[in-house]
């Protein structure tokens, strides 16, 4: 769900975010510790210097979000700095919130794949009325429809368009994003918001058991 970034604040609150981004269809496993490595260059600084560590734990890509978390916590490990998770739900609800004119409810869609939505329902304030949860495309309606008042995230158009749900469409093309994350970065709690990995479902490859498919001999 959405690109790779990496993204780092300055030392005082008012100083910019530098972002950096891989290219659409660059390799995440490959490409994000050199993403990672130019922008601490660039900013001519230490990893050991950095205040915190934050990284995006799911759910989404099951590879994108191993990569990005045991990056993390290799990185946080490494130069003895606290390290924290935010679900990507919370920061697409940041950037949500961040564009203005936010209805008193709202629900968040994310493609999971296989006509399969991850959903969320959140009141204002980006206060979670329910958990994250994946569910066929023909569920959404009911699990949305009188307790959202709007639809957003990088699955709503899919869902509204195909006839699944009966709701407003507001800021379709949010993404999660590192610029983000790292706005919300101070607001998370290292004792709570852990770096483990949210899946929320079971891989959809799975190791085969009792010998289903014969192995073939050297």
Do not use: W
Request: proline letters at 9%; aromatic letters at 6%.
């Amino acid at each position: 769900m959405g690109g790779t970034s990496a993204a780092l604040t300055g030392r005082r609150p008012d100083d910019p975010i530098e972002v950096r981004r891989l290219e659409a269809g660059a390799a995440q496993a490959e490409g994000l510790i050199p993403l990672i490595a130019e922008l601490i260059a660039d900013a001519d600084i230490r990893f050991a210097e950095l205040g915190r560590i934050a990284v995006c734990i799911g759910p989404g890509g099951f590879s994108g979000i191993r990569t990005g978390v045991a990056a993390a916590r290799g990185i946080g490990l490494a130069a003895g700095v606290p390290v924290t998770g935010a679900t990507s739900f919370r920061i697409l609800a940041a950037a949500f919130e961040k564009k203005g004119d936010v209805p008193e409810t709202y629900g968040i869609a994310a493609p999971a794949g296989s006509n399969t939505a991850f959903c969320q329902i959140l009141s204002r304030g980006d206060v979670p009325l329910t958990g994250i949860a994946a569910l066929p495309y023909a569920e959404t309606g009911a699990f949305f429809e009188g307790r959202a008042g709007v639809l957003t995230g990088p699955a709503a158009l899919a869902l509204v368009q195909g006839g699944y749900a009966c709701l407003p469409v507001q800021e379709a093309s949010l993404m999660p994003d590192a610029e983000t994350l790292a706005r919300i970065a101070p607001c998370l709690d290292p004792e709570r918001d852990l770096p483990s990995p949210l899946y929320v479902r079971p891989p959809d490859a799975r190791p085969q058991t009792g010998h289903l498919v014969p192995r073939q001999e050297d």
